[in-house]
Nanobody
Framework: QVQLVESGGGLVQPGGSLRLSCAAS????????MGWYRQAPGKQRDMVAV???????NYADSVKGRFTISRDNAKNTVYLQMSSLKPEDTAVYYC??????????WGQGTQVTVSS
């Protein structure tokens, strides 16, 4: 059974940085698309960034130039480096992986709060 465990969330001041990590287990993930979504209170869950097995990335317009997604296939881990954080980045961040055979899998989420 696939398990995704996020870490690295917390409280940060506007303009600060955080690095989220997501460790995957229970499968082989080198062929998966992996990524991050977020959900603010009262809003839908939206894509933040995804990275394909080729290394090609895609970002939401609101985070381009501030967030960087990367992956380490040897560690089955995907990262999200977040810089120049804004209050509107406050949300629960969910790790995501998709495999054509297994379908989508989600982590339990980690809270990111940007506030002074």
């Amino acid at each position: 059974q696939v398990q995704l465990v996020e870490s690295g969330g917390g409280l940060v001041q506007p303009g600060g940085s955080l690095r989220l990590s997501c460790a995957a287990s229970g499968g082989i993930f080198s062929s998966d698309t992996m990524g991050w979504y977020r959900q603010a209170p009262g809003k839908q869950r939206d894509m933040v960034a995804v990275i394909a097995t080729s290394g090609i990335t895609n970002y939401a317009d609101s985070v381009k130039g501030r967030f960087t997604i990367s992956r380490d296939n040897a560690k089955n881990t995907v990262y999200l480096q977040m810089s120049s954080l804004k209050p509107e980045d406050t949300a629960v961040y969910y790790c995501y992986t998709y495999n054509i055979h297994r379908g989508p899998s989600w982590g339990q989420g980690t809270q990111v709060t940007v506030s002074s």
